[in-house]
């Protein structure tokens, strides 16, 4: 990968940064594109040897402006469930529409293209773990704008003869993020005698670090024996969201203490259990996840230098 020219939509997120961080030790040759909308300067400034263009991916004449690419990873999406219900168009454009250009980006540039889905395209699945060949169920907006989005990619593949690797991920955690495991430990450090839990507490969730997917994003860009595959990324367990809370009180010493409420209600487009088959990832691209989920807490936890 050190002579490619890599471009990473998204790249000033949660998991472009850590996958930009990574890559910036392979390749001197890395763009990060990103409009900043969700992202953060600062993910970009912290890859200094990066090259930073500000711009959205519906716009196709910025794209077309960054030189010829050899490898586009495709993070930059809109990635907010209940969002994707009160406003699907937006979702759809920048989803659906978005993918398409960068595909078309790919195809001027006969770029190789990994593609970040989710595991929102299995919706509500009734097959545990669930693999890849559960098919597309989704149950949200923003998951059937990811099924969309993969659908292009395989169009392209297919038609154009363009490289793909669609990868779906669980729930991904890690510092810099943004999600459940954060919000638990913003509302502890503020008030250390309550935590209330959004929605029902019974939602179960698959969560996987990011280090873990940036290993497989780099062994799937990497090769080009993957084409035309789809891979599951998530540790392959599942724990619901209470029992989350309990493993952040007790690593937290706060297990006698913090009385546990539910809202008791989900919100639109959620979904009960997310518990994926690796098996696929861990034959063909020789994938083991490293990180624990206590482990990681304890590293989140020791970043934000939270002590109660
Ligand atoms: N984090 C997870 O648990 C998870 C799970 C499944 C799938 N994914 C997928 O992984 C990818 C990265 O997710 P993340 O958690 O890092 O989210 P994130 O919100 O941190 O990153 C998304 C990035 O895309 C950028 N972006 C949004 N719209 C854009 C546009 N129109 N043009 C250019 N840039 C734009 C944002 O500014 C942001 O930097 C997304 O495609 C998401 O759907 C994430």
Same mark, same amino acid.
């Given at each position: 990968?050190?002579?490619q020219k890599v471009?990473?939509?998204?790249?000033?997120?949660f998991?472009?940064?850590?996958?930009?961080?990574?890559?910036?030790?392979?390749t001197?040759?890395?763009?990060?594109?990103?409009?900043?909308?969700?992202?953060?300067?600062?993910?970009?400034?912290?890859?200094?040897s990066?090259?930073?263009?500000?711009?959205?991916?519906?716009?196709l004449?910025?794209?077309?402006?960054l030189?010829?690419q050899d490898l586009?990873?495709?993070?930059?999406?809109q990635v907010?469930v209940?969002? !994707?219900?009160?406003?699907?168009?937006?979702?759809?454009?920048?989803? #659906?529409k978005? &993918? $398409?250009?960068v595909?078309? %980006?790919?195809?001027?540039?006969?770029?190789?293209?990994?593609?970040?889905?989710?595991?929102?395209v299995y919706?509500?699945p009734s097959?545990?773990?669930?693999?890849?060949?559960?098919?597309?169920h989704?149950?949200?907006c923003?998951?059937?704008?990811?099924?969309?989005?993969?659908?292009?990619?395989?169009?392209?593949?297919?038609?154009?003869?363009?490289?793909?690797?669609?990868t779906?991920?669980?729930?991904?955690?890690?510092l810099?993020?943004?999600?459940?495991i954060?919000?638990?430990?913003d509302?502890?450090?503020?008030?250390?005698?309550?935590?209330?839990?959004?929605?029902?507490?019974?939602? !179960?969730?698959d969560?996987v670090?990011v280090?873990d997917v940036?290993? #497989?994003?780099l &062994? $799937?860009?990497?090769a080009? %024996?993957?084409?035309g595959?789809?891979?599951?990324?998530?540790?392959?367990?599942t724990?619901?969201?209470?029992?989350?809370?309990?493993?952040?009180l007790?690593i937290?010493g706060l297990?006698?203490?913090?009385?546990?409420?539910?809202?008791?209600?989900?919100?639109?487009?959620?979904?009960?259990?997310?518990?994926?088959?690796?098996?696929?990832a861990?034959?063909?691209?020789?994938?083991?996840?490293?990180?624990?989920?206590e482990?990681?807490?304890?590293?989140?936890i020791a970043?934000?230098?939270?002590?109660?």
């Amino acid at each position: 990968m050190e002579e490619q020219k890599v471009l990473v939509t998204g790249g000033a997120g949660f998991i472009g940064y850590h996958l930009c961080k990574k890559l910036s030790t392979i390749t001197n040759n890395l763009t990060i594109y990103d409009d900043l909308s969700s992202g953060k300067l600062e993910n970009v400034t912290d890859v200094s040897s990066a090259n930073f263009v500000k711009g959205d991916i519906l716009d196709l004449k910025t794209l077309y402006s960054l030189p010829k690419q050899d490898l586009i990873y495709h993070l930059a999406a809109q990635v907010v469930v209940p969002y !994707s219900m009160e406003n699907p168009l937006i979702d759809f454009e920048t989803n #659906a529409k978005g &993918t $398409v250009c960068v595909l078309e %980006k790919a195809r001027k540039d006969d770029a190789k293209v990994v593609f970040a889905s989710s595991a929102a395209v299995y919706g509500n699945p009734s097959v545990f773990p669930t693999p890849e060949t559960y098919g597309f169920h989704p149950f949200s907006c923003y998951g059937l704008s990811k099924v969309v989005g993969e659908e292009y990619c395989q169009m392209y593949r297919e038609q154009y003869g363009l490289d793909v690797v669609i990868t779906r991920f669980a729930n991904v955690y890690g510092l810099r993020c943004h999600g459940v495991i954060h919000d638990f430990l913003d509302k502890l450090a503020k008030n250390p005698d309550k935590l209330e839990i959004i929605g029902t507490g019974k939602q !179960s969730r698959d969560f996987v670090h990011v280090s873990d997917v940036v290993e #497989a994003l780099l &062994t $799937v860009g990497d090769a080009d %024996k993957f084409n035309g595959e789809t891979y599951n990324l998530g540790i392959g367990k599942t724990i619901n969201i209470i029992e989350l809370s309990q493993l952040i009180l007790t690593i937290l010493g706060l297990q006698n203490r913090t009385v546990v409420t539910t809202t008791n209600q989900s919100w639109q487009g959620d979904v009960t259990k997310i518990w994926f088959d690796n098996s696929k990832a861990k034959k063909e691209l020789n994938w083991i996840p490293q990180v624990t989920l206590e482990d990681s807490i304890k590293e989140v936890i020791a970043d934000r230098k939270i002590s109660i």
